[in-house]
């Protein structure tokens, strides 16, 4: 069982993938209003940055093809465990899960590595309950371990991720196809969905960490109101920071 609960105050964090591996020093956001950074996505071993076209835009927002780019785990141990020691925020790891014996390995690593609060699992865009299950178990050990699931697939999935020894769950963009692009949503268009979803499992009495479509403080005190533990923020972070009213 974990050594520690999962408690984010203030109850808002960015995404895993908008801002690198560690929190910036020099950047212009207050992370102050943070409760937790969560780092960009780590596979056991590198992965390198998708072909051809990564950005498509649309009325609602872009959606975004990169191959989850990264120089596996050993190296971003390496070159960041000593900033998540120094970090103002508790620091979340966010795992590729691929395969459960890699995920194994890694989890196990980073309960030994200092500056580690705990550990978010990302896992495959199709996947089904049983393979939630495993990857889970996979992970879970002494950190608290947060299971992203697919956002459209959340409300079929959580309870398979929480018996298998998940304390919440997150919510993954959803997927779509633009100009023959297949890649992760991003904008505001999708609040309400992701909303329906948060509002849904939070009104199952699953333990959820809201995300999708955050662009304003409204948004994120919506989800918190339909009983989010926390708030996770991507795309509005791209723009140099929170809008006016999220300030």
């Given at each position: 069982?974990?050594?520690?609960?999962?408690?984010?105050?203030?109850?808002?964090?960015?995404?895993?993938?908008?801002l690198?591996?560690a929190?910036?020093?020099?950047?212009?956001?207050?992370?102050?209003?943070?409760?937790?950074?969560?780092?960009?996505?780590?596979?056991?071993?590198p992965?390198?940055?998708?072909?051809g076209?990564?950005?498509?835009?649309?009325s609602?927002?872009?959606?975004?093809?990169?191959?989850?780019?990264n120089?596996?785990?050993?190296?971003?141990?390496?070159?960041?465990?000593?900033?998540?020691?120094k970090?103002?925020?508790?620091?979340?790891?966010?795992?590729?899960?691929?395969?459960?014996?890699?995920?194994?390995?890694?989890?196990a690593?980073?309960?030994?590595?200092?500056?580690?609060?705990?550990?978010?699992?990302?896992?495959?865009p199709?996947?089904?309950?049983?393979?939630?299950?495993a990857?889970?178990?996979?992970a879970?050990?002494?950190?608290?371990?947060?299971?992203?699931?697919?956002?459209v697939?959340?409300?079929?999935?959580?309870?398979?991720?929480?018996?298998?020894?998940?304390?919440?769950?997150?919510?993954?963009?959803?997927?779509?196809?633009?100009?023959?692009v297949?890649?992760?949503?991003?904008?505001?268009?999708?609040?309400?969905?992701?909303l329906?979803?948060?509002?849904?499992?939070?009104?199952?009495?699953?333990?959820?960490?809201?995300?999708?479509?955050?662009?304003h403080?409204?948004?994120?005190?919506?989800?918190?109101?339909?009983g989010?533990?926390?708030?996770?923020?991507?795309?509005?972070?791209?723009?140099?920071?929170?809008?006016?009213d999220?300030?």
């Amino acid at each position: 069982m974990p050594k520690r609960d999962l408690h984010f105050n203030p109850p808002l964090m960015n995404a895993a993938g908008i801002l690198g591996f560690a929190p910036d020093p020099k950047s212009p956001l207050d992370f102050a209003r943070f409760g937790a950074f969560v780092t960009h996505p780590v596979s056991r071993f590198p992965r390198t940055p998708a072909r051809g076209t990564r950005f498509v835009p649309f009325s609602g927002g872009f959606l975004l093809h990169t191959g989850l780019p990264n120089p596996g785990l050993d190296a971003v141990i390496r070159r960041h465990a000593r900033r998540w020691v120094k970090s103002p925020l508790p620091v979340i790891v966010h795992l590729l899960a691929r395969d459960t014996a890699s995920l194994r390995e890694m989890a196990a690593r980073l309960e030994e590595t200092e500056g580690v609060a705990g550990l978010e699992l990302g896992l495959p865009p199709e996947v089904n309950a049983s393979e939630v299950a495993a990857f889970t178990r996979a992970a879970a050990g002494e950190l608290p371990l947060i299971v992203r699931l697919p956002l459209v697939q959340a409300d079929a999935l959580a309870d398979a991720a929480l018996d298998a020894g998940a304390q919440a769950v997150s919510l993954g963009q959803p997927r779509g196809l633009l100009n023959g692009v297949s890649g992760r949503l991003y904008g505001p268009g999708i609040f309400p969905l992701a909303l329906g979803v948060v509002d849904k499992l939070a009104g199952s009495g699953v333990p959820v960490i809201g995300g999708g479509g955050v662009y304003h403080i409204r948004d994120a005190d919506a989800m918190l109101e339909a009983g989010a533990l926390a708030v996770q923020v991507g795309g509005a972070l791209w723009k140099g920071g929170f809008p006016p009213d999220c300030a």
